[in-house]
């Protein structure tokens, strides 16, 4: 006992030079831990795309503790204060990551749990070395300061975090040095030993027992090998799955890291890479909406034709079982069940996209229509090379930068505006065709520098020509054209010697199309439903893309999206009998919008393919996963006779997204509104109203919830009549003196500065105020009476005015205070007494 | 607002002074009050349109400290001194400091009787219970230091036996600030023993006015000194009183802390010593009494802060206001 005393003794004695010293040099310790933070910053924003993020993360962890250290220079009394919980402030500040990087989480850009943990103690480092006063504090943080550093360093690998790295060695280096020199020129030093042992030691053990407990529990006797490992956890391999992990296998986000190199990032499960796993868009499109009803064989006499036809019959049959889907059927049965979640898939994932999002990838187009069976030319893919064909255009290869792109010669329209980059990597898809976005013009994948290698389907698809699949974990860099619809909405753009408005469409009308795939309108000749109806939502309108947009309106909010909706399987046209039934899945969407615009004389066809839904994008990576259930179909409209412009029919999906200038963007933003509020007109007025209103009587309002506040707190304590009421009073005059724009300020007393105002008050109010300042001025200074307590009778008598009974209330008094308004106006009166002497 | 403006804004207690705050009591009247509103009376019949310079006075009266006045001179020092003196009651003594002036001119001293043949003890000015002092700073530091034993200690000492003095001993000294030729400046150390400083200073017009219409008729002598309101008996009760008035934690720290800023000035070369700070403590429990309080409020403390400080801070004459101003305001008062 007399040892540990002289020890406390001993320790205590230097105090006063330990402050001097810590005072001095806490600012290099700080600057250590802040080039410690930098670090860690730099290193986590390496793989993200966001960098900001982290760099107002560094500077939210950083800046607080160096103004709060700042602060605290100027003020002994309060470091003395602050003294006692400071590692409290240090344990809160270090647990501000935790919050941060749940809400980071929530938000889809989450990161590793070890990430958090080492920011936790960069923080815990920084707050530390701010409010260092001795050494060991200072040590402490600077301790923190060179693991975070070590960590960072670890984790990162870009050339600013090893300067930034240089530094920080340099400096702790020299921190080091010179801690060891004023030791050794202390004086104090050779006066002073402390024994520490025992202290560190015992804090040691008792750490490393807490964690064998913890892992002992957490993993059982067999498991503490594994515990012991950090309890940190991985992207899968190990029965769990942590979507930010830095680590781990078997994941498929992990495994298309690989953006610019698809074998960057090695195979790491077998099954992934067998051939029959790999579906087709014909199967899943057959997934998820059912199959289609297999007609019944009808055996018919006839006449055997000659053996040209013959052949050509066959050659075309051969073509179409080549490809995927030969044809789309819009009437369907439901599917047997729905798809099942492959659980043993490593990722869901079909292929991955990079771009804007929502995107429509189109992957096949189907032209001709007969009501039931969308059917298009399939199967023939036409190398660039050969391709004669006039209406694809030319494909040729460029070099960018070193490397091979192949882009595709094609005329310039008026929509066009610029170009956007994609990225798609092929995961689970068996197809030859490229998922493109809409306008596709240029294509880079790694070597493949022959132009020959990309080619045309016969509907029009981007291919790789000779192959049947594109190889999985291929990267496919794309270029696609903005586009901004205005100009259509302007002109007629069906071609010259398209059918005007005046005259009814012909059936099969192809007239002005050019080389365009046939265009099929309706089935029969009789004036259909779709057509009837196509013309009564475009009347008045005139030709042109306004008839387009009219349909589409008009399809994407009277009728509804039933993924589970099918027409009867003897139906003769599926479109009539959606459009009767007035709900139906994607493909009746676009069936029916094919049709009737057809009915107008534009020019469609049907896309299926993928929509790239924005909600499964990764805003780490910035890829979005496209799943089977992705599958869609929408509608494609030619303009100018030799793009084609994809448009959404069904409600639910967003159409592609046009690139707007920030005039139009806002103009549209605007006009949605304004149509909002027009047809709510009655509810904002009602809105604008009330707003107007609380804005006018905001210091009424305010003031009328801080004294119901108060009052509250004041009648629970008490009846009003304790020390809390008092004081909660005092607390609401010094609220309103806030309000009123003159705050008391903190050298001024109490009765000063609401004593000013009494003369200019009314009698009344000012005796209120007076009554309140005396009673509060004595519960806050005057000493209690021992032997009368806390709720002193006789004091309280007095505090609350000799002239009323004992048991008055200061809730009565508070309705006699002055308000916010008063209390301005008496403050402008008394502030300025020597501008106007006279009054 | 700064705080001297703050300060003056409060002013002079008005007479009736059991009912500051709107007329709210503070605190029970007390049985001495009798005495000191006829004290305060007397002193404001003396010294017209000075009501904050007589409440002062009459707080460091009761505080027990001594009180320095520093000012020009015909401002009417010397006429307050003599008027409070003869209010308290008690014997009144004067010292005129001169160069020449010696410590047992004003301590008293052993003259040796011939007839007794024995040494016999001569009381000197300081065996009153006031003493005015006026131009101390004439006197040579022999002499002040004698006096200054008087202060501190309430007793002097001469040829090695010590005589005590008057428990309500109170020394009224005057220094005169511009004729500094032959003066002798009282050290920081010697300065710490007055309980504070005053500047009388001219008064106003209307004052000034009421004071010649007074003059008028008369016969050229002074004015008759007030009759004796207390008795030295009666005054020390009542400064026993006024150290019993209670002082609360909040308050004291924030005593605490105005020394720390006093000490931590950049213009101040020397800050608040604890005597200062105990002799703050007393007249701000003072000036509480003369409120007609019997707690002590942040108010009271800055009310006081200005003579009690200039008297002690070290540093410019003429910057002493705006620097203890600048004290006051970097210190929070204690409120929640």
């Known amino acids: 006992m007399a040892t540990n005393h002289s020890h406390r003794l001993s320790a205590a004695k230097p105090p006063a030079a330990g402050v001097d010293r810590g005072l001095a040099d806490h600012g290099g310790a700080f600057a250590l831990s802040v080039l410690a933070a930098a670090m860690l910053a730099v290193a986590r924003s390496e793989s993200s795309d966001r960098r900001w993020i982290w760099f107002a993360l560094f500077l939210a962890a950083a800046v607080p503790p160096w103004l709060l250290s700042q602060w605290l220079k100027r003020r002994l009394a309060a470091r003395r204060r602050l003294e006692s919980f400071a590692a409290l402030v240090v344990a809160a500040w270090g647990l501000i990551p935790v919050p941060i990087a749940l809400a980071l989480r929530s938000a889809g850009m989450g990161e590793a749990v070890e990430l958090t943990m080492i920011s936790m103690l960069q923080n815990a480092g920084l707050m530390t070395a701010a409010l260092a006063r001795n050494r060991a504090w200072m040590q402490t943080g600077q301790l923190a300061a060179g693991f975070t550093a070590t960590f960072a360093l670890m984790a990162g690998v870009s050339m600013p975090l090893f300067l930034l790295g240089g530094c920080f060695g340099l400096g702790f280096i020299w921190s080091l040095m010179a801690g060891y020199w004023e030791r050794v020129r202390a004086p104090r030093a050779a006066l002073a030993t402390e024994r520490c042992l025992p202290a560190r030691s015992g804090v040691l053990i008792a750490t490393a027992a807490a964690i064998t407990v913890v892992a002992l529990l957490a993993g059982g006797a067999g498991g503490v090998a594994v515990s012991l490992r950090g309890f940190l956890p991985t992207s899968g391999g190990e029965g769990g799955a942590d979507e930010f992990a830095r680590a781990g296998v078997g994941d498929g986000d992990a495994l298309v890291e690989a953006q610019d190199d698809a074998k960057g990032v090695g195979p790491v499960e077998s099954e992934l890479f067998l051939e029959s796993d790999m579906p087709t868009l014909y199967d899943m499109a057959n997934d998820l909406y059912g199959d289609p009803p297999k007609p019944k064989v009808k055996s018919e006499r006839a006449i055997a034709l000659d053996a040209a036809k013959v052949k050509l019959t066959h050659d075309r049959m051969a073509q179409n079982q080549d490809g995927g889907g030969r044809e789309f059927s819009a009437v369907r049965r439901a599917p047997r069940q729905p798809p099942k979640p492959q659980s043993d898939q490593p990722s869901p994932a079909m292929l991955f996209v990079k771009g804007a999002v929502p995107a429509h990838l189109a992957l096949a187009r189907f032209d001709r229509f007969d009501g039931r069976v969308w059917t298009g030319t399939e199967g023939v893919t036409e190398s660039a090379a050969m391709s004669h064909s006039k209406r694809n255009p030319v494909i040729r290869l460029e070099t960018e930068h070193g490397k091979p792109w192949l882009r595709i010669v094609d005329s310039i329209h008026g929509i066009f505006r610029g170009e956007s980059r994609w990225t798609v990597k092929v995961i689970n898809l068996r197809t030859n065709r490229v998922a493109a976005p809409p306008h596709p013009v240029a294509l880079h994948v790694d070597r493949l520098d022959q132009p020959d290698f990309l080619g045309w389907t016969e509907d029009g698809s981007l291919a790789l020509a000779g192959r049947s699949h594109i190889p999985q974990l291929t990267v496919l860099h794309l270029r696609a054209r903005r586009f901004n619809l205005q100009p259509l909405r302007d002109q007629n753009f069906r071609g010259p010697g398209g059918p005007s408005a005046a005259t009814p469409p012909e059936p099969n009308a192809t007239a002005g199309l050019g080389d365009f795939p046939g265009n099929s309108a309706s089935p029969s000749n009789r004036e259909s439903l779709a057509g009837r109806l196509a013309r009564e939502w475009t009347a008045g309108l005139p030709p042109g893309w306004r008839q387009v947009e009219a349909v589409l309106e008009r399809l994407r909010t009277s009728y509804q999206f039933d993924a589970t909706a099918r027409v009867p399987e003897d139906t003769a046209d599926a479109v009539e009998h959606f459009l009767r039934a007035g709900r139906g899945p994607d493909y009746l969407f676009a069936s029916a919008c094919a049709t009737m615009l057809r009915e107008l004389g534009h020019t469609t066809r049907l896309a299926t393919g993928f929509y790239a839904r924005p909600e499964r994008c990764n805003p780490q990576s910035g890829f979005t996963a496209v799943q089977a259930d992705d599958v869609h179909v929408w509608v494609e409209v030619a303009i100018g006779g030799r793009h084609w412009v994809a448009i959404e029919p069904t409600p639910g999906y967003e159409p592609p997204g046009e690139t707007l200038t920030l005039w139009e963007w806002a103009a549209r933003k605007a006009g949605r509104i304004g149509r909002v509020v027009a047809a709510n007109a009655g509810t904002f007025a009602i809105l604008a109203a009330l707003l107007a209103v609380a804005f006018v009587a905001r210091n009424w309002l305010a003031d009328a919830v801080v004294a119901s506040l108060l009052v509250l707190l004041a009648t629970l304590a008490d009846g009003g009549r304790s020390r809390r009421a008092v004081l909660n009073a005092m607390r609401l005059m010094e609220w309103r003196a806030r309000r009123a724009g003159f705050r008391r300020p903190p050298h001024v007393t109490l009765s000063v500065w609401y004593g000013r105002i009494r003369p200019v008050l009314a009698p009344d109010a000012g005796d209120a105020l007076m009554r309140l300042l005396a009673a509060a001025e004595r519960w806050l200074y005057a000493v209690p009476e021992p032997s009368l307590g806390r709720n002193w009778t006789g004091s309280q008598a007095v505090a609350l005015g000799n002239t009323e009974p004992t048991a008055i209330s200061v809730i009565h008094l508070w309705r006699r205070l002055p308000g916010i308004a008063t209390l301005r106006r008496a403050f402008r009166e008394t502030a300025a007494p020597a501008a106007n002497p006279g009054s | 607002m700064s705080v001297s403006d703050t300060v003056s804004h409060r002013g002079p207690a008005p007479l009736a002074s059991t009912k500051t705050l709107g007329g709210a009591g503070h605190g029970p009247v007390c049985e001495h009050q009798e005495s000191i509103d006829g004290l305060r009376a007397a002193l404001n019949r003396t010294l017209i349109g000075k009501e904050s310079t007589v409440e002062m006075v009459l707080a460091c009266l009761l505080a027990r400290g001594h009180l320095l006045f520093d000012d020009l001179p015909g401002l009417g020092k010397t006429t307050l001194a003599k008027a409070l003196a003869h209010a308290v009651g008690g014997r009144f003594a004067r010292v ?77 000294a005057t220094q005169n600030p511009v004729e500094s030729h032959g003066a002798y400046p009282l050290p920081e150390a010697q300065l710490d023993r007055f309980a504070m400083k005053l500047r009388i200073g001219y008064p106003d017009p209307r004052s000034e006015l009421a004071m010649l219409a007074a003059n008028v008729g008369g016969n050229g002598q002074p004015a008759p000194p007030p009759a004796a309101i207390l008795d030295p008996r009666r005054l020390d009760a009542l400064q026993q009183h006024v150290a019993n008035v209670p002082v609360s934690l909040p308050v004291q720290q924030y005593l605490v802390d105005l020394a720390a800023a006093t000490r931590g000035h950049r213009a101040v070369t020397l800050g608040l010593s604890p005597r200062g700070l105990l002799a703050w403590q007393r007249v701000a429990q003072a000036r509480a009494h003369l409120q007609g309080r019997d707690f002590v409020l942040p108010d009271d403390v800055q009310a006081v802060a200005g003579p009690v400080l200039e008297v002690r801070l070290a540093g410019e004459f003429e910057a002493a206001p705006r620097i203890i101003a600048e004290i006051l305001s970097s210190v929070k008062v204690p409120v929640f």
Do not use: H, K
């Open chain 2, 96 to 172: 005129q400091c001169t160069p020449d002036l010696l410590p047992g001119d004003v301590t008293g001293f052993n003259l040796f009787n011939q007839r007794t043949r024995e040494f016999e003890f001569r009381e000197g000015p300081v065996f009153s219970d006031v003493l005015l002092a006026d131009e101390i700073n004439r006197a040579t530091p022999r002499t002040q230091s004698a006096l200054f034993e008087a202060m501190a200690e309430r007793q002097v000492t001469i040829d090695g036996r010590t005589y005590g003095l008057s428990g309500t001993f109170f020394v009224i």
